[in-house]
């Protein structure tokens, strides 16, 4: 298994570099080791430029691992001259590596466990600076002993593929209304479906498209409704204004209907009026007159609850609506109507 450093771009900038040296690779042997040699131990790191001169023990360190976090180095050398420590299997496999001057060979007293590990080159054991010409980012490597170990995680890489690009189908946005969608629908059916040219009002398939599109327009009306009801420049609603108003703590009244007192002064009596015979108008320049009773209103008697002294108890007429029944109630005045009299007051007349 190879690990590589970093980037392409940034390993290609410091292979042209005249001086600039760093790791291209790290390999762990294990299956393909030599015999003799011992698994997981032997660790090839290939170098963009020839080994440096004086490399030794103190300047690889191996940091990482769970239950194994002690990796001591045993010996390092470039592969062109192995150490005498090396087999001599191993100096020919060494030896016949691709340009093995650029190969570092590291020997480890032990195998890591599964979890992950890093070597590093540095200056010495009391300085972790990198190697003197050595890039600061190609001066260490992840990697892992066990990389040829079957395991029950599956260690599968995923490969992202770019979802190939679909023609988006062509969407009239401006239709909103029935006969808008009604022909969206009724085009892309003949898309769809060539041999379908039935345009009868009875056909299924047009009784479907009518429907979709009558749908369509509700929902097309509603989200337009939304739309103005959301802001309090475009309410259109009353509810919609008062909930705006409720957001800056304003209480806006429901409202109510024009009401206005009615008091008919009589100069004698008694005077007798009916519903049918007594009308209310106000009068304007040019507007017709407008305004009475209902006909259909139902009138009936009621004494009066106040008196006057020295006069009787007086007769108020009521007028029965389907909203509720007003009442006019007689009250102490100068001139008031005389005891008998019947008033019918309109709803709007309130006592």
Known sequence: MIYRCCDERRRAAVDTHPTLNGIDWLEVLDNDAPAGSPRQQSLMVRLLKPVPAGIGVEQVRIVGGERVDTIAVLWVAAADTPPPEATPVEQTFFAGLAEPANVLVVRTDRSGD???????????SDDDGPLPDFDPRLSAVDFSFKAECPSDF???VATECDE???PEPDIDYLAKDYA???????????????DWRDRNAADLGVTLAELLAYVGDHLSYWQD??????YLHTARRRVSVQRHARLVDYQMHNGANARAWLRVLVNAGPV?????????????AGVPDRGGLRRSAAVRTRPNRCTTPPCTPCTTRW????????????????????CGATIPISRSATC
């Open 114 to 124: 599964f979890s992950g590990y890093r070597l590093r080159l540095v200056r010495g």
């Open 154 to 156: 599956d260690c599968l």
């Open 164 to 166: 190939p690009s679909r």
């Open 180 to 194: 808008g969608f009604r022909q969206r629908i009724l085009d892309r059916l003949s898309t769809l479906q060539p």
């Open 225 to 230: 409704a939304v739309a103005t009801e959301a």
């Open 272 to 284: 007798v009026v009916t519903v049918e015979s007594l009308r209310f108008y106000t009068r304007a």
């Open 319 to 338: 007028r029965s609506t389907p909203g509720g029944i007003s009442a006019a109630v007689c009250r102490p005045e100068r001139r008031r109507p005389p």
